[in-house]
């Protein structure tokens, strides 16, 4: 397996649009997580879907944001309208199971929004 | 719910001394702990995991941990530490009874030469 395969790596936009990003889980693996990395703010998760369902979005910052999976091998997080305190990388992860297995980690889509 | 509370945002050691990289966690029920490290501009990668079995636990890159139920921590140790190494580190807790995986704040290594 290729890994979790996250797509674009950068993406630049200007404020007010509206940004996707993209996200292959691993095949097999239950369970996805959308996490946000910032010097300020560390690793926070957003949400997290189990068998596709969304369980937990709770860390969703506001609802310029919104994350779906429309089926197994594929997730996407949306935020519309975009704003510069939106620039982070932009991480999923997945696991077999759910607590206590390991997290395998896309390589981020670093964000910039002017 | 469970949290982790990394106690130092930056840690330097010359190169070959030891690295001591702290964590604290608090937990509802028996949890599962990690430790993962990222390099500049690059993913996450797993260091080491303890999950209810052996409280010694050894990873990659010479690195172990030991799971301290009664001090509710769980650091990460190296003998002898490396340029290498110099890397951002993440302890991450997650427990049984709830799916969600929470990360620390990190720790950033700085290796003097």
């Known amino acids: 397996d290729a890994g979790v395969i996250q797509s674009p790596r950068h993406e630049v936009t200007e404020m007010g649009q509206e940004v996707t990003l993209r996200c292959k889980p691993i095949?097999?693996?239950?369970?996805l997580f959308w996490y946000r990395q910032t010097m300020m703010r560390g690793l926070e998760l957003l949400i997290y879907?189990?068998?596709?369902?969304?369980?937990?979005d709770s860390g969703m910052p506001e609802d310029r944001f919104s994350a779906k999976m429309p089926n197994a091998s594929f997730s996407t997080l949306k935020i519309q309208p975009s704003e510069p305190r939106d620039s982070a990388v932009y991480f999923c992860?997945?696991?077999?199971?759910?607590?206590?297995?390991?997290?395998?980690f896309g390589q981020g889509t670093r964000l910039t929004v002017v | 719910a469970q949290s982790v509370t990394q106690l130092d945002s930056h840690v330097s050691v010359s190169e070959g001394t030891p690295v001591l990289l702290r964590c604290n966690y608090s937990?509802?029920?028996?949890?599962?702990l990690f430790w993962y490290v990222q390099h500049p501009n690059k993913g996450l990668q797993l260091l080491l995991k303890?999950?209810?079995?052996?409280?010694l636990v050894k990873g990659i890159n010479g690195f172990e941990a030991e799971f301290k139920k009664s001090e509710t921590s769980f650091h990460l140790t190296k003998p002898s530490a490396h340029m290498s190494d110099a890397a951002e580190y993440f302890c991450?807790?997650?427990?049984?009874?709830?799916?969600?995986?929470?990360f620390g704040k990190g720790t950033r290594l700085h290796i003097l030469p």
């Open positions: 992860a997945s696991t077999l199971l759910g607590g206590g297995t390991e997290a395998f």
């Open positions: 095949s097999g693996h239950d369970y």
């Open positions: 879907f189990n068998n596709n369902v969304p369980i937990d």
């Open positions: 937990s509802s029920y028996s949890p599962s």
């Open positions: 303890y999950t209810s079995a052996a409280t």
């Open positions: 991450v807790v997650s427990d049984l009874g709830d799916d969600k995986i929470i």
